[in-house]
């Protein structure tokens, strides 16, 4: 493999002239790579859930309150569903109740602020619900 030395890229021209094709082309060197890197996966970790595991800790309220909040959203989002179909779930309305009563404050502002907009939505599905359940 030969080191040459660095070169400046060719500064921007204005727009190119119609009908100027640019090409770029592979010198002999390059054409062929002598070793090719495994690929690997770029993903991020499973979550936080895989971390706090690894560090073998407790999970703080943090962590805790942001989980909670998923739950609480995904539980939303499958009560939106179920009604769209016709159909009131009363496990659902009971996981709602539940992770609303294990609110605790986390000590970030914004999370407590965005959880605390969770919760009223929450709320406001479970009064609904209530009202549907209520005899006329």
Do not use: N, W, Y
Not at 41 to 58: K, M, N, P, R, V
Not at 110 to 121: N, W, Y
Not at 126 to 132: E, N, R, W
């Amino acid at each position: 493999m030969k080191i040459e030395p660095i070169r400046q890229a060719p500064s921007a021209q204005g727009a190119k002239k119609a009908g100027e094709v640019s090409r770029f082309e592979l010198g002999q060197e390059s054409a062929a790579p002598s070793r090719v890197a495994a690929a690997s996966s770029a993903t991020a970790a499973h979550g936080i859930d895989a971390l706090l595991a690894l560090q073998g800790g407790e999970p703080d309220a943090r962590s805790r309150q942001a989980r909670r909040g998923r739950r609480l959203l995904d539980a939303l989002d499958r009560l939106t569903r179920a009604l769209l179909e016709g159909v009131a779930p009363a496990g659902l309305r009971s996981e709602l109740h539940g992770l609303r009563g294990q609110a605790e404050p986390t000590g970030e502002e914004g999370l407590d602020a965005l959880l605390r907009e969770i919760d009223t939505r929450a709320a406001v599905e479970l009064a609904k619900l209530d009202a549907l359940a209520a005899p006329a």
